[in-house]
């Protein structure tokens, strides 16, 4: 089958094709790289990106050193055939500069600016991020996607989604314990994400956990 996919693809005269790497889920553009014919195929084979080095003239593996691999989820062709785009789990922050995406500059009017990965470029509020996120897999749980990584862990089942929570948990705790400041907040978004996945998994709705949270906020042990 791999094969067959890159049959289809058509690199340019330098044999190579660009790659645009988006986040999963939130549709965030996170790099643009390149492929070549060999590259493509160990990340088809492997389902972690490996992309061509243009100034090094050879492959390189996304997150081989760094950590911040790109666990490939689905792949998408242009109608030209000649662009890629792929969407994945980012691990860590896609940009050699440690931000989650390489695009955190914007031009405003004379200048540019630099946006903070902590904000959001939704300009959604925090609850409302949770509560589209939560609707998302609400949307997974009721009609499964092909290529979703929720749908996949959905279908798989309890026992894989209470792993994929204990193993987030476990992060937070190293993370936590080496005080990186950056890796506190990935593991920690990690466990929400996939605490939701299991409030979802149950059909629980975030409000309840919403209203549990507003019990306990006059509570003595809450009190400021």
């Given amino acids: 089958m791999n094969e067959t996919f890159l049959s289809l693809v058509k690199f340019n005269a330098e044999g190579l094709i660009p790659a645009v790497i988006q986040k999963v889920g939130s549709g965030e553009v996170l790099m643009v790289a390149h492929m070549n014919r060999e590259s493509l195929k160990q990340t088809l084979e492997t389902g972690e990106t490996v992309f061509y080095s243009r100034s090094r003239k050879s492959l390189w593996k996304k997150g081989e050193s760094s950590g911040s691999i790109q666990k490939v989820r689905e792949i998408l062709i242009d109608c030209d055939e000649d662009t890629l785009l792929f969407k994945v789990e980012q691990i860590k922050g896609a940009c050699h500069t440690g931000r989650l995406s390489c695009f955190y500059r914007k031009w405003d009017r004379l200048q540019l600016v ?7 470029s939704s300009g959604l509020v925090p609850k409302q991020i949770l509560e ?5 897999i609400s949307k997974r749980r009721e009609n499964p996607s092909s290529g979703s990584y929720v749908s996949a862990l959905l279908v798989k089942g309890e026992d894989a989604i209470l792993k994929k929570v204990a193993e987030e948990a476990a992060e937070v705790l190293l993370s936590s314990k080496g005080k990186v400041r950056e890796e506190i ?3 920690v978004a990690d466990l ?11 059909g629980l709705p975030l409000q309840e956990v919403f209203r549990e949270l507003e019990k306990r906020e006059g509570k003595p042990g809450l009190k400021g």
């Fill in 114 to 120: 630099e946006m903070d990965d902590r904000s959001s």
């Fill in 132 to 136: 589209r996120i939560s609707e998302t």
């Fill in 185 to 187: 907040v990935w593991e």
């Fill in 192 to 202: 929400w994400f996939h605490t939701l996945v299991l409030l979802g998994f149950h």
